[in-house]
Every structure is written in C-alpha cells, then in structure tokens.
C-alpha cells in the first residue's frame, strides 16, 4: 500500500514531538560533532597559513614602509648586509609578494578579488647567524627602531601565537566534548527508555 505523504509528515511530526528529549539530543550531537571537526580545520589551516613564511631556515621578516622609496629600501638592504648577525637577508618585491598571497589565501576569492600588488609591503626575509630565541629577538627589536621599517615579525612570536591560539581552541573543544557526552548520554538514555516502552 503506498504512503501519501501527509501520513509521512503528520507521522515524523508525531515522533519528533513525542520523543522531544531523543531529537535535541540527536541535534546536538550532530552539531557539537560538526563543530569539532571544523574548529580542527580551521587551527590547522590557520597554523599552516601562518607559519609557511618562515619556511627555509627564516627567522624573521622586516616588512618596509610601504611609502619608502628605492635609495630608502636600499638603505635597509645595506644595513642587514652589514650586520654581523645576519647570515642572508633575501628582498620580497611586490609581485612576489603577490604570489605569496595567492598561494596563502587560495580558496578565499573575497581576499584575492579585493586585494593588488599595490595593496602589499615588500619586505626581507632574514636568516640569522644565531637563531636562538634570544638573539632573534635582539635583531627583532633593533630593526622595529630602525627608519623606513614598517614592521618586524619574528617565528618566535608567530609560534607564541599559535600555542595561545592551540590552548584557547582545546579549552573549547574540551567544552564540545562535554557536551557531546551529556548529548551522548541522553541518547544513550532514550533509546533504552524507547525499547523497554516497545516491549
């Protein structure tokens, strides 16, 4: 005999309403399941975009002032040439920048449509002689003091982002986690009372 679909709706209606506690706990582990998987992706994706730009032994970025011009740039370039810290410092131009962009935020066409060569910092990727915490930091510093330098970011400073982004995450997803439990258990709890009522 075929099922109108009045009877299929008035009867899914029926059991939704009857067993209220059953269906939000259904939703809710469905949802906190979700929203698990999709903070994880995010923090991974996120660790990735941020740290992939110190890739090749580099330990810190000077962005130049986006208004300085060539002499200008060129100072900056003599100045981390001639310190004895510095092992290699390699000049990011525009177009390259550009590149990079791209490549860090493919996926993201509201980011890619808005955003031109122009709109980006040129800057120098640096290698240090000395890569330990604190000497990096040392140049870090020196070189935010210096003219023409629009910013300094350091890898230790991203990685200090990243584990105080890491923590704030686990404390949620252990929050999620709670909740699926008590989600769990009250569909554990229902399906029980559902199947001693059957019988």
């Known amino acids: 005999m075929a099922l109108s679909g009045n009877y299929i709706v008035r009867e899914t209606t029926a059991n939704f309403t009857r067993n209220v506690t059953l269906t939000v706990a259904s939703i809710l582990t469905v949802f906190v399941s979700l929203a698990i998987v999709g903070a994880v992706v995010l923090v991974r994706q996120g660790a990735k975009n941020m740290t992939r730009q110190f890739e090749g032994g580099v330990e810190f970025i000077v962005y130049i002032d986006p208004a300085a011009n060539a002499a200008e740039i060129d100072q900056v370039r003599a100045d981390l040439e001639k310190n ?7 000049y990011v131009d525009r177009d390259a920048t550009f590149v990079e962009f791209k490549r860090l935020f493919k996926g993201n066409d509201t980011m890619l449509d808005n955003v031109r060569p122009t709109d980006l910092p040129t800057s120098f990727r640096v290698q240090p ?5 604190e ?21 230790t400073e991203v990685i200090r982002e990243l584990k105080s982004i890491t923590t704030f995450v686990n404390t949620l997803l252990t929050i999620f986690a709670i909740f699926l439990l008590v989600a769990s ?10 199947a001693m009522f059957a019988r």
């Open 84 to 90: 004895p810290g510095v092992k290699k410092a390699t």
């Open 185 to 194: 258990g009250l569909l554990i709890l229902n399906t029980i009372r559902t």
């Open 135 to 155: 000497r990096v930091q040392e140049l870090v510093n020196y070189y935010r003091r210096r003219p023409n330098v629009f910013a300094v970011t350091a890898a």
């Open 129 to 133: 002689v000395d890569k330990s915490v």
